[in-house]
């Protein structure tokens, strides 16, 4: 069956997952510190953005303006779209405390009730008629009380899902810790996408691995990828091979890099046809 995707627009990441991610999909990006989490969440929002599907970042971790700066030194020019009224941040962060807060539309008081920020996600994604959501992040929601993390993901899933929104859920994990952010959290969200920076020798890689992802084919090795001055690039047409004292970066075997080429091209066409039946 045909399943309808949304395409992250970051480089490689669509061929990984053989065409995008499939659309009302929760998809957990979990790592450790500095792995590129917060950068991903951004840059899924922001290529919505630039081809019109409007999107919402929740802010937990960062304040505000650190978000926004976060976004701009990529280049990636977001106040634009929040004129426009397409793009907000949800300041879950200052608890309504500051400067900032008395200016911003999308507050919320108490991060401490789910019921409170679905509330506001909620409002948000109708007034804006958004299409993409990031959470960064939300570890942060169930960090004092982890018999919750299940209950607070399906409370956000059912909302962010029921809207008809795709969304990137950032999931903090510890240093060599090889969960994704604990099996009531695991299970219930549609994918897991793992992003990993592993020292060998004295050097630093960075990789990145699709875990699950309902309703799709996904790779099924290890990616090296990159952050650069204009964000994550996934190398979708290599893997790396991490044995006890060494890195290696190998090509994928021809046949898998034709798949994920065509799996692109198709989705594509599909689109075509359906635009033109709108028309
Ligand atoms: N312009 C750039 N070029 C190369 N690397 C960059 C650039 N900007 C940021 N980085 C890298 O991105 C890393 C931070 O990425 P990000 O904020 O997404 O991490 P994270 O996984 O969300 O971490 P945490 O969980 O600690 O917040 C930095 O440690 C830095 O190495």
């Not at 069956?1 to 949304?6: E, I, L």
């Not at 919320?108 to 299409?131: H, S, W």
């Not at 990159?226 to 021809?254: C, H, M, R, S």
Request: a negative charge; aromatic letters at 8%; charged letters at 30%.
């Amino acid at each position: 069956m045909y399943v309808k995707r949304v395409r992250t627009y970051i480089p490689g990441m669509d061929e990984i997952l053989y065409g995008g991610i499939p659309e009302r999909n929760i998809v957990l990006v979990s790592g450790g510190p500095g792995t590129g989490k917060s950068i991903m969440a951004k840059q899924f929002i922001y290529n919505g953005l630039t081809r019109g599907e409007s999107g919402i970042f929740v802010a937990l971790e960062e304040h505000p303006v650190s978000v926004l700066r976060s976004f701009h030194h990529f280049g990636w020019d977001v106040t634009k779209y929040e004129k426009e009224g397409k793009f907000a941040i949800i300041d879950a962060f200052t608890g309504g405390y500051g400067s900032t807060a008395q200016k911003e539309k999308y507050v919320v008081k108490n991060v401490d009730d789910v019921k409170e920020l679905g509330e506001i996600l909620r409002t948000a994604i109708k007034e804006m008629k958004a299409t993409r959501v990031a959470i960064d992040s939300v570890s942060t929601l169930y960090l004092t009380k982890p018999a919750m993390a299940r209950s607070i993901v399906m409370t956000l899933k059912r909302i962010i899902s029921g809207l008809g929104c795709t969304a990137i859920f950032v999931s903090q994990v510890s240093v060599g810790e090889r969960g994704f952010g604990g099996p009531g959290v695991e299970h219930a969200v549609d994918g897991i996408i793992r992003m990993d920076l592993d020292e060998v020798e004295g050097k630093m890689y960075r990789s990145i691995i699709v875990w699950k992802m309902r309703d799709t084919k996904i790779s099924m090795v290890r990616h090296p990828m990159e952050i650069t001055d204009n964000g994550i690039i996934v190398e979708w047409d290599k893997y790396l091979k991490i044995t006890n004292f060494k890195a290696e970066i190998q090509p994928l075997p021809k046949e898998e890099v034709e798949e994920m080429k065509k799996s692109l091209e198709v989705k594509e066409k599909v689109e075509e046809i359906e635009i033109e039946e709108e028309e």
